[in-house]
């Protein structure tokens, strides 16, 4: 699957963890933003192209935060009509994340539901074992 993984800058170490289970497993991550500095116009049409072209988003929101960033990121995957799974209760504030295209699950659950989806569309992955 092509997946995307949001969450606020002072996160990416957590981000890169997901990022490097999720290649591992056979996934591709459609966008890297940890690498790159976060104050630039290419940043942001990078990112949201990142989005866009992901069969799903994982918004990783474990801490009460100001996310930005990550609200635009949501924003975009329910308006592309994606899969979207958020981990912890940081975003509880914002009304979009009680939308019912959005699935608040743990990233183990995260994780098994993307190994069932990746195994419906024919590719078998390895997520539980990485």
């Known amino acids: 699957m092509k997946i995307y993984v949001a969450t606020k800058w002072e996160n990416?170490?957590?981000?890169?963890?997901?990022?490097?289970?999720?290649?591992?497993?056979?996934?591709?991550i459609t966008y890297d933003w940890?690498?790159?500095?976060?104050?630039?116009?290419?940043?942001?049409?990078?990112?949201?192209?990142?989005?866009?072209?992901?069969?799903?988003l994982i918004?990783?929101?474990?801490?009460?935060?100001?996310?930005?960033?990550?609200?635009?990121?949501?924003?975009?995957?329910?308006?592309?009509?994606?899969?979207?799974?958020?981990?912890?209760d940081g975003l509880d504030a914002c009304l979009f994340s009680k939308h019912p295209d959005v699935q608040k699950l743990s990233l183990v659950q995260v994780f098994a539901d993307i190994q069932q989806r990746a195994t419906l569309v024919g590719r078998e992955t390895s997520l539980m074992s990485a």
Do not use: F
Not at 12 to 28: D, F, I, K, P, T
């Open 34 to 56: 940890t690498v790159w500095e976060q104050e630039s116009t290419e940043q942001a049409l990078a990112d949201l192209s990142g989005v866009l072209n992901a069969d799903c």
């Open 59 to 88: 918004v990783l929101a474990e801490q009460d935060l100001p996310y930005k960033g990550t609200y635009v990121e949501l924003g975009a995957a329910l308006a592309a009509g994606l899969t979207i799974y958020l981990v912890g």
């Open 12 to 28: 990416r170490s957590e981000a890169n963890r997901v990022m490097a289970l999720l290649r591992s497993a056979g996934h591709h």
